[in-house]
């Protein structure tokens, strides 16, 4: 098997990746389980996944391998009321 190098940057966006695959992944399972305990556990381990989720992004982003633009203020206001109207607060 040939050596092979991954750059700093592939393996942060694999690890983003996984991380997104296992919070999709625990989010299926608490919807599906009918034992608490099964859904509490599930729900402790997905908490852990999104602090460390948004650990690997925020290193991401301070290195410049994932940038997002910053939307404008009224879009966000928009989109909370759509939220409220809809009843999702």
Not at 23 to 42: F, K, P, W
Not at 58 to 84: C, E, F, S, W
């Amino acid at each position: 098997m040939a050596n092979q190098n991954f750059s700093d940057k592939e393996l942060a966006f694999a690890l983003l990746n996984s991380h997104k695959l296992s919070a999709s992944s625990l989010t299926n399972l608490i919807l599906e389980s009918t034992c608490q305990g099964v859904r509490q556990d599930a729900a402790q381990i997905l908490n852990r996944t999104f602090q460390h989720q948004k650990m690997i992004w925020d290193y991401m982003n301070g290195k410049g391998y994932y940038q997002v633009d910053i939307a404008p203020q009224q879009d966000i206001t928009r989109a909370q009321q759509q939220l409220q109207q809809s009843g999702m607060q």
